[in-house]
């Protein structure tokens, strides 16, 4: 069963796992994750994400981030963005999205995507 979370501490231990199976698969950017990818420290992360879903951040389009769930492992990570620059018009979208290459081809971001359609109502 695929959901969707909220990044938390709580999934810090799965969200090194997921970084490692992408960057283990030459993959070195995770779309629809808040830049995870360049990130060490997970909390700097958080407070980068929450930022960016308060409007904080001025350079970035405001933007709310869950982690993609099956079975409560996390396999991926979707961005739902509130508007769309001219850019993002062209290249983007209002959805970002990865799915960890382990994970691919069994429907997670198929069910991930209608699954953001209940956070959007």
């Known amino acids: ?11 810090f231990k ?6 490692q199976n992408f ?5 070195l950017r995770i779309q629809g994750s808040g830049s995870l990818d360049r990130y060490d420290d997970l909390n700097e992360w958080l407070l980068s994400i929450s930022d960016i879903e308060q409007g904080k951040n001025k ?14 492992q996390v396999v991926g990570t979707i961005c739902i963005r509130h508007y769309l ?11 970002g999205y990865s799915i960890k290459p382990s ?5 997670c971001a198929k069910e991930a995507l209608r699954r953001s359609e209940e956070h959007t109502s």
Not at 4 to 9: G, V
Not at 23 to 27: A, K, M, V
């Open 1 to 11: 069963m695929i959901k969707l979370e909220k990044p938390s501490k709580e999934y």
């Open 103 to 107: 994970a691919r081809r069994k429907g």
């Open 23 to 27: 960057f283990s698969n030459n993959e």
């Open 85 to 95: 620059t001219e850019e993002l018009k062209e290249f983007g979208g209002h959805i």
């Open 59 to 72: 350079n970035v389009v405001q933007t709310t981030y869950y982690l993609i769930l099956e079975d409560n």
């Open 14 to 19: 799965q969200i090194i796992e997921l970084k």
